[in-house]
């Protein structure tokens, strides 16, 4: 088989995070009984009038505003005509020309080197309802429409053909999400349906510089999803190619049980949506105050945030990475840090805590850090008190074990159960004295010369103590006595 080029262009829906719709007053709340979040407009009642929610407009904008857009002062509204039970009003109300924002640009890190993506637009749009042909597995012999869905904002996000495989595309998808999910835009949860994509793609001859056919899968709802689709699907037109076939532009679905892709309708006779201007939302201006007041409410990016965690706190790339995956973590983490003495002492303990104890155990209880039963006070006090060696690491331990399941402070544990170092000399030496008499051979090995042998009676001290003894401490009396 000739070689071929993949080329991909992503077309990315976000659901805005906003408390109300985009254009009535009903909420966004997921999860809610059917058409519970309705009213005359949402449910596209005659004569029921549109009102532009200010939010979403912010939300898009800041998008732009991050990731490099012109930002069109214009804000302008149209109808999208087609004919689907979901929409009852038989259009979408969308931006046609010009979108919020135009040619904007997310640089992503792939393989090691960066690559800046182009993105021609991101518009603000309302969302459909939703059809449901199921209950509880039951098919059904007719449809049920649930409008909660209808009228909640939308940004669509369109990039330019610049991506070139599966992996690339999931790392820009990865990336966009960090971004909008830092900004608060979108919780971008795909499982939730707050994020999707609809993958076009198409191959070409290597050397070859006009792009080929595209064909476009809708409506992905999953990144393992969006992987194998793109991977079938080129694979697919490679061998069409390859012998001698035509590629016709179509829009396929992905089976994901088949792991394949299936022709849906040709495109060739594009759909005439019939845009026109949505008389019910009159074009306005936005003030440049508003959109400079915007840029100053922008956080600190994920980026940004993990190159200063490493330089300013010394943390290690995969703790920089974690503590910086979402906002929520980053705060906590400075949080935390706010709440130490020793704030340079404690940086790299706190990241470690963080990112191997108290993330494991959310993670088994699949709970997010805004749930987490252990305060960032709390955790900055357990990493005092190892600091100040008024603990062992193995206490801080079983310590934390209490501070997650019940949620108190570490120094009302380490009281309650008695688990407070010891660090007074003469207990210690009673205890080292046992462990030598009980460690014979290793007490050989050490007068023989081999220092490591040391190790093992340490151990036993430790043992001893139930962990509670200061171990440099009995490396030390352990040292003189067998002198
Ligand atoms: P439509 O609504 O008809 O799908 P859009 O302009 O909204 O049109 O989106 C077109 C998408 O297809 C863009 O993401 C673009 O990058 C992508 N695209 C265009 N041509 C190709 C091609 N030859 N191969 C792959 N992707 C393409
Ligand atoms: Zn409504
Ligand atoms: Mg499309």
């Known amino acids: 088989m000739p070689n071929y080029q993949t080329t991909i262009g992503l077309e990315v829906h976000m659901q805005i995070n906003t408390k109300s719709k985009v254009f009535c007053e009903c909420s966004t709340q997921f999860g809610a009984e059917p058409n519970a979040n309705t009213c005359v407009i949402c449910t596209s009642q005659p004569g029921a009038i549109p009102i532009l929610n200010r939010k979403a407009v912010e939300a898009v904008i800041k998008t732009g505003l991050a990731l490099n857009f012109t930002i069109n002062k214009q804000c302008t509204f149209a109808r999208k005509q087609y004919f689907y039970p979901d929409i009852p009003k038989d259009y979408q109300i969308t931006q046609s020309e010009p979108p919020l924002c135009s040619r904007g640009q997310l640089t992503i890190n792939f393989d090691g080197k960066e690559k800046a993506v182009n993105i021609t637009r991101i518009h603000l749009e309302e969302d459909a309802g939703k059809l449901i042909h199921e209950i509880g597995g039951r098919k059904l012999d007719y449809s049920l429409l649930d409008l909660n869905r209808a009228s909640v904002g939308l940004m669509e996000l369109v990039t330019e053909p610049e991506i070139t495989s599966a992996d690339e595309a999931i790392a820009f998808l990865n990336e966009l999400r960090d971004i909008v999910r830092y900004l608060g835009a979108s919780e971008c949860s795909m499982e939730e349906g707050k994020m999707r994509a609809d993958v076009n793609v198409s191959v070409r001859p290597e050397g070859q510089s006009e792009l080929g056919t595209r064909v476009e899968i809708k409506n992905m709802n999953s990144l393992s999803g969006i992987h194998a689709a793109i991977t079938y699907e080129a694979q697919r037109q490679k061998e069409v190619l390859a012998s001698g076939g035509k590629l016709v532009q179509e829009t396929r679905l992905w ?6 892709t299936k022709s849906m309708r040709s495109k060739e006779g594009a759909l005439d949506y019939r845009y026109f201007p949505e008389p019910d939302l009159v074009p306005f201006d936005l003030s440049d105050d508003f959109i400079e007041n915007l840029r100053k409410e922008l956080p600190e990016l994920p980026k940004a945030k993990k190159a200063r965690f490493i330089k300013e706190y010394g943390l290690s790339e995969y703790d920089a990475s974690y503590l910086t995956s979402s906002r929520q973590i980053a705060d906590y983490y400075e949080e935390a840090l706010n709440f130490s003495k020793d704030k340079k002492a404690a940086a790299k303990p706190i990241a470690n805590w963080i990112s191997t104890e108290l993330s494991g155990k959310l993670n088994l209880e699949n709970k997010d850090i805004a749930q987490s039963p252990v305060s960032s006070e709390n955790i900055a006090k357990l990493v005092s008190m190892i600091l100040d060696g008024s603990i062992s690491g193995k206490i801080a331990k079983i310590v934390f074990e209490d501070m997650f399941a019940k949620s108190k402070d570490p120094q009302s544990i380490v009281k309650e159960k008695g688990l407070v170092q010891i660090s007074d ?20 090995e050490y007068k023989a010369g081999k220092e490591r042998a040391i190790g093992s ?16 401490l009995v490396n030390k009396i352990l040292i003189e006595k067998l002198k």
């Open 255 to 260: 089976d994901d049980e088949d792991g394949i």
């Open 425 to 444: 000399e003469n207990a210690l030496g009673k205890i080292c004295d046992e462990a030598i008499k009980e460690s014979a051979s290793a007490v050989a």
């Open 457 to 472: 009676i340490v151990g036993l001290v430790m043992k001893k103590s139930k962990g509670q003894a200061n171990p440099q």
